[in-house]
């Protein structure tokens, strides 16, 4: 995210709705500019663009599973295979809750004697279709707008299990490798998925780099793995690869590798 790309959606962020015109006047930008902005901005879902006005997001929630599926969906997809290859047959695996795991899940049909545990309802919706797959669901209060089970009802469901990989995602990542969410259930839940398993996966869209929310949840560097579609920031890469981090992610159209920076 280049820094007018940032201060724009702060600036919507607290001002509200906005006129294409106003934010050319306020970034001393021509108007084609500040659409090209905009409209960048929109397809990663930080801002709403509607009859010639810029409109926020809610930041008190996450945007809806609905808006978040259709935000960088090649990126996803792109993450989803290369975790997916990371996952071996007859594994025991955790998912947790989120769009890009969902995508996850999907990459997984072609694999035999899974046993999956999970609280999101889209990835066993999608691992129905998955006859070799043992799949156990949480269960507990539903959270229907984005279809999964967070809080407590997760955190004991996790708690009840071990597995040998576990597979999440988060609201956002800043500069410094710091993990944010958009409110402690969503927080409970994923620490204890990532306390019961022997393997951890991060899986992140490019997104949500650079980008901060109300929940600090844990580092980058709390993952054995990393798989994003674009490379972390040289800063960041090099914390990561000092951590002994493998940071996995698209580069020129090739899946690459750290610390080896190996071809996959």
Partial sequence: MSKR???????VNLHGRQTIQSLADEFKVSV????????????QGLVLRSHGEVIPFPH???ISYDQRQIRNVSGKRHIAELCAAKITDYQSVFLGSGSTVAEVSRALMEHKGLQIMTSNLHAARHLCANSDCELTIAGGHVRKRDQDVIGGDAMRFFQRYRAEVGVVSVGSVDRQGRLYDYNDDEVMAREALISHCAYRILVIDSAKFDTESRC??????DYHCVI???????ALL??????????????QGQALCTPNLVEA
Avoid: C, F
Wanted: net charge negative.
């Fill in 5 to 11: 790309h940032y201060e724009i959606v702060q600036w």
């Fill in 32 to 43: 084609q500019t500040i659409r090209a902005d905009i409209r960048a901005l929109a397809e």
């Fill in 60 to 62: 008190r929630e996450n």
């Fill in 216 to 221: 600090v949840w844990g580092q980058m560097s």
């Fill in 228 to 234: 994003a579609d674009k490379a972390p920031e040289a």
């Fill in 238 to 251: 090099s914390r990561l690869l000092a951590a002994g981090v493998e940071v996995v992610y698209l580069k």
